[in-house]
């Protein structure tokens, strides 16, 4: 049973049009970060949350709000879909230690026309 | 900003051979060091970790890396590669000063011919 889970697994959407991804964890864990992934480029930080009632921007937050509705969802959203965030969103987890390791969910592909 | 450099994009190799993709990380204080595999079409699985201790740091499937704290660097190693073994592999590293972010290189993209 997979611990992170993504929904939805891919998404083609047009410009302008808001979506929704949605992140859920099974490992108990406090932490969790929204990546994206583009070809070439690794993974760059767009949100992160700590607990419930902390979220903090990362590196690539314009264009991008998230939502910690509970300790085990954490969701992402674009408010206004551009093409340029056609790309590959991963959520993770982790838990309180430090240092902690991340957990990766298994991603949702997005394409914006 | 610290940041994470992976000398290679795309590295070849035949069955058997040895790998060694490299590492080197900005950031001059403590740190804490990942290796990262994403198999075609799946997610990203931690292959290995260093927080402290022995810098020779063993991990899953024959993977092993060197944290040598005087080149920031932290190499991973596989003494002999199998055609399973392709991936995209990224180096992380977390900078230890509480941040809990991750800091990713670009990836390497091994590829293992038969």
């Known amino acids: 049973d997979a611990d992170v889970t993504q929904t939805p697994r891919n998404r083609i959407t047009k410009t302008g049009k808001r979506i929704m991804l949605e992140c859920s964890q099974t490992?108990?864990?406090?932490?969790m970060y929204w990546y994206r992934q583009d070809p070439g480029l690794g993974l760059q930080l767009i949100y992160y949350?700590?607990?419930?009632?902390?979220?903090n921007k990362g590196e690539i937050s314009d264009g991008y709000s998230v939502s910690r509705q509970a300790q085990a969802k954490f969701s992402l959203s674009l408010e206004s879909a551009i093409p340029n965030q056609t790309a590959l969103y991963f959520c993770?987890?982790?838990?309180?230690?430090?240092?902690?390791?991340?957990?990766f969910g298994p991603g949702t592909r997005l394409t914006v026309l | 900003a610290q940041s994470v450099s992976q000398h290679n994009h795309h590295v070849i190799l035949s069955e058997a051979a040895s790998l060694e993709l490299g590492c080197n990380y900005s950031?001059?204080?403590?740190?804490?060091l990942f290796w990262y595999v994403q198999y075609p079409g799946q997610h990203l699985q931690l292959l290995l970790k260093?927080?402290?201790?022995?810098?020779l740091v063993k991990g899953i499937k024959g993977f092993e890396a060197e944290f040598i704290k005087s080149k920031f660097s932290f190499n991973l190693r596989k003494p002999s590669v199998q055609w399973s073994d392709t991936a995209e592999y990224f180096c992380?590293?977390?900078?230890?000063?509480?941040?809990?972010?991750?800091?990713f290189g670009k990836g390497t993209k091994l590829s293992v011919i038969p």
């Open positions: 993770a987890t982790s838990g309180t230690g430090f240092p902690d390791t991340q957990y």
């Open positions: 992380a590293v977390d900078s230890g000063a509480g941040s809990y972010q991750l800091t």
């Open positions: 949350s700590f607990d419930v009632k902390d979220i």
């Open positions: 260093y927080f402290s201790g022995d810098p």
């Open positions: 490992k108990g864990h406090d932490r």
């Open positions: 950031y001059g204080g403590t740190v804490n």
